[in-house]
């Protein structure tokens, strides 16, 4: 039986013919994520911003009366909501900030949230209470910066395994690579104003992931290169590497996206912002590691000789008896 194959032995893509508008259009996406997570911010979930969360649906709506829903709580006396689509049309979230006196005591907490869906239910005839969180603010800090200190202790761990095992051009090739994919992808959520939780952030960790495992499979074969093919210019040694494992690459990418794109239109709510996170990932991953952790080792200079080992005093001497026999 024949085995299918999606890329061709054969294959002669030249990749690294774009490397330089492609890493323009990169920088440039760079720029515009973090300049809309600075402007616009990211939505943070009550896991990271505090506060209590209800989530409700209106069954008999085909669209949840959200400006009727923030007036109404509004009126309770807790301040300004923020209440949006959650999931299906007519689901919302409504967040709101506990009072001082409030945060850290859960059964305070647990009184808030019965008078808010208990206000709802008596206004709105088909409101239906799916569930509540509370989180207090120092905690949702606290969540905060240990989120940051995992994703920047990720990425430094990477950077440095790769460093140890190659060079540290590559390392660094690595490191620009993993900040490409976590930008974009919290470029995304700060667009679209996706719910930012603990559930992202392990995610993200995913993507770091598979982004690191992506980029040293075509690093591997790239250094594997250089030792067989000494006076090949670099930027065919590696489009030749990258070619070399683009069966492995689309074949994983393929597999993990079969799995990804029924939870991305069929799969429940709660999980659609972590399965749009690993999908962005694997697509940005997928293509950082052959347009932005390949094409950064031409400009960081590495070469033929790269991993050619020093001759040493001994071994000049050895060679040098040699000759003299």
Not at 50 to 72: D, K
């Amino acid at each position: 039986m024949k085995l299918l194959k999606l890329v061709p032995d054969d294959t002669n893509i030249r990749f690294l013919r774009w490397r330089v508008p492609f890493y323009v259009v990169s920088c440039l996406l760079i720029a515009a994520s973090w300049a809309l997570v600075l402007t616009k911010g990211l939505n943070y979930g009550v896991d990271f911003a505090g506060g209590l969360e209800v989530r409700a649906t209106f069954e008999q709506s085909e669209q949840a009366p959200v400006s009727e829903v923030r007036a109404q709580v509004e009126t309770l006396g807790f301040g300004s909501p923020v209440v949006q689509r959650f999931g299906e049309d007519n689901q919302v979230s409504i967040r709101v900030r506990l009072p001082e006196g409030a945060e850290g005591d859960k059964e305070a907490a647990d009184r808030i949230a019965e008078t808010i869906t208990a206000n709802l239910a008596d206004n709105f005839s088909d409101f239906r209470l799916d569930g509540r969180d509370s989180v207090s603010g120092k905690v949702s800090g606290e969540f905060r910066n240990d989120a940051v200190l995992a994703l920047l202790a990720a990425m430094l761990a990477v950077a440095l395994y790769i460093w140890i095992r190659f060079e540290w051009q590559f390392g660094v090739g690595a490191l620009f690579a993993l900040f490409h994919d976590v930008s974009l992808t919290l470029g995304m959520f700060a667009l679209f104003q996706l719910e930012f939780s603990l559930q992202i952030i392990a995610a993200i960790l995913a993507i770091i992931g598979y982004s690191l495992n992506d980029t040293i499979v075509v690093y591997d074969r790239i250094r594997e290169n250089l030792k067989k093919f000494r006076k090949m210019p670099l930027p065919e040694l590696l489009d030749l590497s990258v070619n070399e494992t683009l069966a492995r690459t689309v074949m994983t990418s393929l597999t993990l996206a079969v799995a990804l794109i029924p939870l991305l239109f069929f799969g429940p709510a709660s999980l659609f912002g972590l399965t749009a996170a690993i999908f962005l990932g694997l697509v940005v991953g997928t293509y950082s590691s052959v347009y932005m952790a390949a094409p950064m080792l031409i400009w960081l200079g590495v070469d033929s000789n790269s991993f050619v080992p020093e001759e040493t005093v001994a071994d000049k001497q050895e060679a040098a008896a040699r000759r003299l026999s």
